[in-house]
């Protein structure tokens, strides 16, 4: 089985603090995600990767960045976290060949910032 | 802009019953994806639809593509608690707001 995880279920920040959430996948896929989801806006798409050190904006790239230095790893940094970015966070994999729209989830992050 | 219309937005009902939920947009459809959420987890992927006119099933879960692809919808027969959960659509990376589904026993 695909197993994507993420490495705090829950995290408590400060305004102004820089926060790393990272995310690793064991199945060696391509492609990697990250969402935050809010009630009634649903899921939103921060940032995506199809390769190594190759990074795409989502809909929603405002605070954030992401590195990719290992197919497995997919980081999200907020800079600067701010009250707004409290949020639940998903990060997700999918492969090329069983289709890059059939994505694998983790647990997900429950951030509050302070 | 919302792209993906999900109906109804909550529904409550008794095991056993049966249900159907829908996911409509504007726009023709290449595929569409159907996942599963309960709370506190991430989505889980239920299926992929691709060709006009198909229908899937998976257990008690029927899914059904519309033959101009601008629709879809999701049946469930006999409800269990278990299927208790946040029922998304997804079309290529934008997402539903979901049917949030409770079933009581």
């Known amino acids: 089985d695909v197993k994507v995880t993420q490495s705090s279920r829950y995290l408590v920040k400060r305004t102004g603090e820089k926060v790393f959430l990272e995310c690793v996948q064991d199945m060696d896929h391509e492609n990697m995600f990250w969402y935050r989801q809010d009630p009634g806006l649903g899921l939103r798409l921060i940032y995506f990767?199809?390769?190594?050190?190759?990074?795409e904006k989502g809909d929603i790239p405002e605070g954030y960045s992401v590195s990719r230095e290992k197919k497995e790893r997919f980081s999200l940094i907020l800079e600067s976290a701010s009250t707004n970015q409290t949020s639940m966070y998903l990060c997700a994999s999918s492969s090329l060949a069983g289709g890059p729209y059939e994505q694998f989830f983790g647990p997900g992050t429950r951030l509050t910032v302070l | 802009t919302q792209l993906l219309e999900q109906s109804p937005q909550f529904l409550s009902i008794q095991e056993g019953e049966n249900l159907t939920v829908y996911c409509n947009s504007s726009s023709v459809f290449s595929s569409l994806q159907w996942y599963r959420q309960e709370p506190g987890e991430g989505p889980v992927l239920l299926v992929t639809v691709v060709t006009g006119g198909e229908v899937k099933k998976l257990k008690r879960l029927t899914f059904q593509f519309g033959d101009a692809r601008k629709d879809s919808s999701l049946h469930i027969t006999a409800a269990q608690p278990g299927d208790t959960g946040l029922y998304l659509c997804v079309r290529k990376l934008i997402w539903g707001l979901g049917t949030s589904l409770a079933v009581n026993p």
């Open positions: 990767s199809y390769d190594v050190k190759m990074k």
